[in-house]
């Protein structure tokens, strides 16, 4: 049995594929090199400068805090709004994290590229799906073998191809 672990990454993997999170939950990286991770580093690191960036905390990294109106906002920068429903999930699980500890924040989706900003917010049915989807990984990080593979339109894209097609 693998050490279990919750990150931000692991949850936005499991919504896109539950094989790619299987495997990171079982330490086989990405191929590091891959030029959608290179792209998404770069449009991580270009956007919104002047924000206060990459904040740690335990299992979160943070792409941006900020306060407004005495409030705090905690924002995930993402290329493009393809993949909207995982940086979402990624998102309220932060979000989730962080109300653990006390600290109440709005949470903020932005994609650069496309000039488009979306409030997300942790209400208490976004409660109940980050514990489930906690629930889940920790079911499939107890798995001998990865989920079957489903073919998908994102899989050619996916740094992880040579592991689910070779």
């Known amino acids: 049995m693998v050490e279990f672990f919750v990150s931000g990454t692991l949850v936005e993997s499991y919504i896109n594929c539950k094989r790619q999170a299987w495997f990171h939950l079982h330490k086989i990286k990405p191929f590091q090199d891959h030029p959608l991770l290179e792209i998404g580093r770069l449009v991580d690191e270009d956007a919104y400068e002047r924000d206060f960036k990459r904040v740690n905390l335990d299992s979160i990294q943070i792409d941006i805090v900020r306060r407004e109106r005495e409030e705090l906002v905690i924002g995930e920068v993402k290329k493009s709004s393809a993949a909207a429903e995982s940086a979402r999930l990624q998102l309220l699980f932060y979000m989730y994290t962080l109300k653990k500890l006390g600290l109440g924040c709005r949470g903020l989706l932005m994609f650069p590229k496309e000039k488009r900003k979306e409030w997300v917010i942790l209400d208490d049915d976004a409660i109940h799906r980050v514990e489930l989807l906690i629930s889940d990984l920790e079911e ?10 489903e073919k998908k339109s994102i899989c050619k894209n996916c740094a992880y191809l040579e592991w689910c097609f070779s």
């Open 140 to 149: 499939l990080s107890k798995s001998k073998t990865p989920p079957e593979l």
